[in-house]
Protein backbone atom coordinates (compact mmCIF):
# COMPACT_ATOMS: atom_id res chain seq x y z
CA UNK A 1 0.00 0.00 0.00
CA UNK A 2 1.39 3.69 -1.13
CA UNK A 3 2.92 5.15 1.71
CA UNK A 4 1.03 8.26 1.55
CA UNK A 5 -2.50 6.91 1.77
CA UNK A 6 -1.11 4.95 5.38
CA UNK A 7 -0.30 8.27 6.32
CA UNK A 8 -3.27 10.08 5.38
CA UNK A 9 -5.07 6.79 7.23
CA UNK A 10 -3.09 7.17 10.42
CA UNK A 11 -4.21 11.17 10.42
CA UNK A 12 -7.43 9.26 10.23
CA UNK A 13 -6.68 7.18 12.88
CA UNK A 14 -5.22 9.50 15.24
CA UNK A 15 -8.10 12.20 14.93
CA UNK A 16 -10.84 9.27 16.06
CA UNK A 17 -8.41 7.88 18.86
CA UNK A 18 -8.37 11.81 20.43
CA UNK A 19 -12.15 11.87 20.16
CA UNK A 20 -12.86 8.58 21.71
CA UNK A 21 -10.89 9.33 24.15
CA UNK A 22 -12.14 12.91 24.96
CA UNK A 23 -15.99 11.46 24.71
CA UNK A 24 -15.00 9.04 26.97
CA UNK A 25 -13.21 11.65 29.61
CA UNK A 26 -16.59 13.44 29.38
CA UNK A 27 -18.08 10.88 31.81
CA UNK A 28 -15.54 7.68 32.86
CA UNK A 29 -11.82 7.78 34.06
CA UNK A 30 -9.04 5.87 32.71
CA UNK A 31 -8.29 2.46 34.80
CA UNK A 32 -4.51 2.59 35.05
CA UNK A 33 -4.40 -1.02 35.97
CA UNK A 34 -5.97 -2.41 33.72
CA UNK A 35 -5.19 -1.49 29.73
CA UNK A 36 -8.21 -0.57 27.51
CA UNK A 37 -10.60 -0.14 30.76
CA UNK A 38 -12.45 2.81 31.46
CA UNK A 39 -14.63 3.46 34.58
CA UNK A 40 -17.65 5.17 34.36
CA UNK A 41 -18.19 7.71 36.60
CA UNK A 42 -21.18 6.99 39.08
CA UNK A 43 -23.94 10.42 39.17
CA UNK A 44 -24.01 11.22 42.56
CA UNK A 45 -26.51 13.94 43.02
CA UNK A 46 -27.32 15.20 46.72
CA UNK A 47 -30.00 15.08 48.89
CA UNK A 48 -32.23 13.39 45.61
CA UNK A 49 -35.73 11.77 46.16
CA UNK A 50 -36.36 8.37 45.26
CA UNK A 51 -37.34 9.40 41.47
CA UNK A 52 -33.96 11.30 41.70
CA UNK A 53 -31.93 7.84 42.73
CA UNK A 54 -33.87 5.94 39.68
CA UNK A 55 -32.53 8.36 37.22
CA UNK A 56 -28.91 8.14 38.56
CA UNK A 57 -29.22 4.33 38.38
CA UNK A 58 -30.60 4.60 34.69
CA UNK A 59 -28.18 7.52 33.77
CA UNK A 60 -25.14 5.33 34.79
CA UNK A 61 -26.54 2.02 33.17
CA UNK A 62 -26.41 4.09 30.18
CA UNK A 63 -23.54 5.12 30.34
CA UNK A 64 -22.24 1.70 31.01
CA UNK A 65 -23.20 0.36 27.58
CA UNK A 66 -21.77 3.10 25.72
CA UNK A 67 -18.66 3.30 27.42
CA UNK A 68 -18.15 -0.17 26.92
CA UNK A 69 -18.55 0.50 23.12
CA UNK A 70 -16.13 3.36 23.21
CA UNK A 71 -13.60 1.19 24.96
CA UNK A 72 -13.94 -1.53 21.94
CA UNK A 73 -14.13 1.17 19.50
CA UNK A 74 -10.87 2.87 20.63
CA UNK A 75 -8.98 -0.65 21.26
CA UNK A 76 -9.62 -1.49 17.12
CA UNK A 77 -8.14 2.19 16.79
CA UNK A 78 -5.19 1.73 18.83
CA UNK A 79 -4.39 -2.18 17.05
CA UNK A 80 -4.76 -0.27 14.02
CA UNK A 81 -2.11 2.44 15.28
CA UNK A 82 0.39 -0.28 16.08
CA UNK A 83 0.07 -2.59 12.99
CA UNK A 84 1.09 1.01 11.20
CA UNK A 85 4.50 1.12 13.38
CA UNK A 86 5.28 -2.61 13.37
CA UNK A 87 4.58 -2.57 8.75
CA UNK A 88 1.34 -5.01 9.46
CA UNK A 89 -1.47 -2.40 8.87
CA UNK A 90 -3.70 -3.23 6.07
CA UNK A 91 -3.54 -7.31 5.94
CA UNK A 92 -6.24 -8.93 6.54
CA UNK A 93 -6.20 -10.75 9.68
CA UNK A 94 -8.28 -14.10 8.44
CA UNK A 95 -7.27 -14.38 5.19
CA UNK A 96 -3.82 -12.82 5.06
CA UNK A 97 -4.87 -10.45 2.03
CA UNK A 98 -4.50 -6.97 1.60
CA UNK A 99 -7.64 -4.77 2.64
CA UNK A 100 -8.91 -2.54 -0.28
CA UNK A 101 -8.21 0.60 0.15
CA UNK A 102 -11.86 1.39 -0.35
CA UNK A 103 -12.58 -0.01 2.95
CA UNK A 104 -9.59 1.37 4.82
CA UNK A 105 -10.85 4.80 3.40
CA UNK A 106 -14.62 3.48 5.08
CA UNK A 107 -13.12 2.36 8.03
CA UNK A 108 -9.31 3.12 8.86
CA UNK A 109 -9.58 0.00 11.83
CA UNK A 110 -10.67 -2.16 10.05
CA UNK A 111 -9.00 -5.92 11.01
CA UNK A 112 -10.46 -7.83 7.80
CA UNK A 113 -10.86 -7.36 4.03
CA UNK A 114 -14.41 -6.94 2.67
CA UNK A 115 -14.84 -10.62 1.60
CA UNK A 116 -13.94 -11.69 5.04
CA UNK A 117 -15.98 -9.44 6.79
CA UNK A 118 -18.77 -11.29 5.08
CA UNK A 119 -18.61 -13.93 6.13
Known amino acids: MDKKIIDEL????????NS???EL???????PKIKH???TKYPNREDGDKDDQA??????D?????????ELKLKDVNEALEKITEGKYGIC????????EERLQACPEAKTCLKCNEK
Do not use: H, M, P, R
Open 62 to 70: NKLSVEYSL
Open 55 to 60: DEVQEY
Open 20 to 22: IQK
Open 93 to 100: ENCGKEIG
Open 10 to 17: KKKLEANK
Open 37 to 39: NWD
Open 25 to 31: ESFATED
